[in-house]
């Protein structure tokens, strides 16, 4: 049986490293569906009682916590990625660029 989208996601997003993050739209497009970062982003919302699923690490595309308010509690999807050494200032992680993981260049 063919797998749905979000499952597809799911499988992606598995592997992003700790420390790292990526973006909904990266995902889209690795997956072949580059206008479907918004889809990707559902995927994330959907997954919260999926503890392998490290959706705190999907972001938007300037590396701005878009996701949080999915998350129990204020602040959990910024303490998550402190947890990881990730700085975050104002929502946004600060090193976004470096901390990138690319599934396009990583899973090719």
Excluded at 5 to 12: I, M, Q
Excluded at 20 to 42: D, F, H, Q
Excluded at 60 to 83: C, P, S, V, W
Excluded at 92 to 98: C, D, G
Aim: proline share 4%.
């Amino acid at each position: 049986m063919e797998e749905n989208f979000f499952e597809r996601v799911y499988k992606v997003a598995r592997q992003i490293p700790y420390g790292r993050v990526t973006s909904y739209g990266a995902i889209a497009k690795y997956l072949g569906a580059p206008r479907s970062a918004r889809m990707v982003g559902y995927a994330m919302n959907a997954s919260h009682e999926m503890e392998d699923i490290p959706a705190h690490r999907v972001l938007n595309r300037k590396g701005i916590l878009t996701g949080k308010h999915h998350f129990d509690g204020t602040n959990l999807m910024q303490q998550l990625l402190e947890n990881e050494g990730i700085e975050v200032k104002d929502l946004q992680v600060t090193k976004f660029q470096e901390l990138f993981w690319d599934p396009v260049v990583e899973l090719a």
